[in-house]
C-alpha cells in the first residue's frame, strides 16, 4: 500500500506550475489556471498564490502556494510550495519547479496523515519512518531575458528516498525557443518560450514528457504544453485570471 501511496503523491506533486522577472512580484496576487487532461478528458483548476516575497543574499525569492482541487470532494485540496529566485529585471531568473525538500515535505506530511488517520502505526514508528527521508538537489529552470534562441539551458534533478524506495524527477534537453506574444482570457503576455523533457521515476516505473513552457514577466508561467514522444498532446494548463 505505502508503494502505491508513493506513486500517487508523486504524480499529485508534479510541478504544474513553476516560474521585472519571470516571477510574481505582488504578495497575494492569484494566477488562475486551467488545467486540461487529453488523455482521459479532464478538466481542472489549479490556484498559484504568491505567499510571501523576502530577499535573500542571493537574490529576492517569490515563494508560491500552489493549491490543487482534490478529485474526491470529501479530501482537502492539494497544497504544494514553489519558488523563483531573481535579482536585477535583466538578470536569469531561477525557477524552482521543484524544491527538494518541500517535495520532501510534502510527501511526508500526506503519508504521515494518511497513516495517522488509518490507525497504522504510532506516532514513534511515525517519527522513525520520517527519519527515512532523504532529499537531494532541485529540479529547476533558469531562464535568462538576453538567452538567444537555441541557447541551452542547464539541467537539473530531484531525487527523494523513502528507506529502500527512490522517486526522482529531471529536467534535461532544455533550449530558448525565443519569444512570442501569448493571448489567453487573462491578456496578452510577452513571453521567453523554453522547451525541456521531463523525466520521472516512481515504485511502479518511469515517465517521459516533452514540455514547452511560456512565462511573461511579473507573472511567470503563462501556458505550458506537455506531449509524449510522438507529438501528441498529455496535458495543457493555461493562465486564464490574474487577481490582486
Not at 510534502?106 to 532529499?135: C, D, H, N, W
Not at 516505473?205 to 512565462?215: F, I, L, M, S
Given at each position: 500500500m505505502i508503494r502505491k501511496l508513493m506513486a500517487v503523491l508523486f504524480v499529485a506533486a508534479m510541478p504544474c506550475i513553476a516560474s521585472a522577472q519571470y516571477a510574481q512580484t505582488k504578495v497575494g496576487q492569484k494566477l488562475t489556471?486551467?488545467?486540461?487532461?487529453?488523455?482521459?478528458?479532464?478538466?481542472?483548476?489549479?490556484?498559484?498564490?504568491?505567499?510571501?516575497?523576502?530577499?535573500?543574499?542571493?537574490g529576492t525569492v517569490t515563494r508560491t502556494k500552489n493549491v490543487i482541487p482534490s478529485e474526491n470532494p470529501l479530501a482537502d485540496d492539494v497544497v504544494v510550495?514553489?519558488?523563483t529566485?531573481?535579482?536585477?529585471?535583466?538578470?536569469?531568473?531561477?525557477?524552482?519547479?521543484?524544491?527538494?525538500?518541500?517535495?520532501?515535505a510534502f510527501i511526508l506530511g500526506v503519508m504521515t496523515e494518511a497513516m495517522r488517520q488509518s490507525g497504522q502505526a504510532s506516532e514513534e514508528q511515525l517519527k522513525e519512518a520520517a527519519e527515512m527521508f532523504k532529499s537531494k538537489g532541485?529540479?529547476?529552470?533558469?531562464?535568462?531575458?538576453?538567452?538567444?534562441?537555441?541557447?541551452?539551458?542547464?539541467?537539473?534533478r530531484l531525487r527523494l528516498d523513502v528507506g529502500p524506495q527512490?522517486?526522482?524527477?529531471?529536467?534535461?534537453?532544455?533550449?530558448?525557443?525565443?519569444?512570442?506574444?501569448?493571448?489567453?482570457?487573462?491578456?496578452?503576455?510577452?513571453?521567453?518560450?523554453?522547451?525541456?523533457?521531463?523525466?520521472?521515476?516512481?515504485?511502479d516505473g518511469a515517465q517521459k514528457e516533452?514540455?514547452?513552457?511560456?512565462y511573461a514577466p511579473g507573472i511567470g508561467q503563462v501556458k505550458e504544453v506537455k506531449t509524449?514522444?510522438?507529438?501528441?498532446v498529455l496535458t495543457e494548463q493555461v493562465l486564464t485570471a490574474i487577481s490582486e
Amino acid at each position: 500500500m505505502i508503494r502505491k501511496l508513493m506513486a500517487v503523491l508523486f504524480v499529485a506533486a508534479m510541478p504544474c506550475i513553476a516560474s521585472a522577472q519571470y516571477a510574481q512580484t505582488k504578495v497575494g496576487q492569484k494566477l488562475t489556471y486551467t488545467v486540461t487532461d487529453k488523455v482521459n478528458n479532464k478538466t481542472n483548476t489549479v490556484n498559484v498564490i504568491a505567499d510571501s516575497i523576502y530577499t535573500t543574499a542571493e537574490g529576492t525569492v517569490t515563494r508560491t502556494k500552489n493549491v490543487i482541487p482534490s478529485e474526491n470532494p470529501l479530501a482537502d485540496d492539494v497544497v504544494v510550495y514553489g519558488a523563483t529566485m531573481y535579482t536585477t529585471a535583466d538578470a536569469p531568473t531561477t525557477v524552482y519547479l521543484m524544491r527538494g525538500e518541500d517535495f520532501k515535505a510534502f510527501i511526508l506530511g500526506v503519508m504521515t496523515e494518511a497513516m495517522r488517520q488509518s490507525g497504522q502505526a504510532s506516532e514513534e514508528q511515525l517519527k522513525e519512518a520520517a527519519e527515512m527521508f532523504k532529499s537531494k538537489g532541485d529540479l529547476m529552470l533558469v531562464l535568462d531575458p538576453k538567452a538567444a534562441p537555441g541557447t541551452k539551458i542547464e539541467s537539473s534533478r530531484l531525487r527523494l528516498d523513502v528507506g529502500p524506495q527512490v522517486m526522482s524527477m529531471a529536467v534535461s534537453n532544455g533550449v530558448v525557443d525565443g519569444f512570442e506574444d501569448v493571448t489567453t482570457d487573462a491578456g496578452t503576455f510577452s513571453c521567453i518560450k523554453v522547451s525541456y523533457q521531463m523525466r520521472s521515476n516512481t515504485p511502479d516505473g518511469a515517465q517521459k514528457e516533452y514540455v514547452t513552457d511560456w512565462y511573461a514577466p511579473g507573472i511567470g508561467q503563462v501556458k505550458e504544453v506537455k506531449t509524449n514522444k510522438k507529438g501528441e498532446v498529455l496535458t495543457e494548463q493555461v493562465l486564464t485570471a490574474i487577481s490582486e
